[in-house]
Nanobody, 122 residues
Framework: QVQLVESGGGLVQPGGSLRLSCAGS????????MAWYRQAPGKQRELVAG???????GYADSVKGRFTISRDNAKNAVYLQMNSLKPDDTAVYYC????????????????WGQGTQVTVSS
């Protein structure tokens, strides 16, 4: 059974930084694409950043240049470094494991973490 556990969320002032971590277990982590999604109150869950099994990364336009996704297959972990945070980044952030190695769009057969709250406010 796949388990994904996020950590690193919290309250940060605008312009600040946070690093989210996702620890995975129960699968051959390295062969799957991974992603971070977020959901703000009253809004749909949206893709923030994804990374394929070969390390190719993609980002939502709203976070390009500010966020960086990375993975450490030896540690079964994926990270999201978030810089220059804005109040609009406030959301619950979810780690997602794709059933594919090359795509990270949400799938019914993908696996989700429980989420971690990120609040950007002064």
């Amino acid at each position: 059974q796949v388990q994904l556990v996020e950590s690193g969320g919290g309250l940060v002032q605008p312009g600040g930084s946070l690093r989210l971590s996702c620890a995975g277990s129960g699968s051959i982590f390295s062969i799957y694409a991974m992603a971070w999604y977020r959901q703000a109150p009253g809004k749909q869950r949206e893709l923030v950043a994804g990374i394929t099994s070969t390390g190719s990364a993609g980002y939502a336009d709203s976070v390009k240049g500010r966020f960086t996704i990375s993975r450490d297959n030896a540690k079964n972990a994926v990270y999201l470094q978030m810089n220059s945070l804005k109040p609009d980044d406030t959301a619950v952030y979810y780690c997602y494991q794709s059933p594919s190695g090359s795509t990270y769009g949400a799938s019914r057969t993908g696996n989700w973490g429980q989420g971690t709250q990120v609040t950007v406010s002064s």
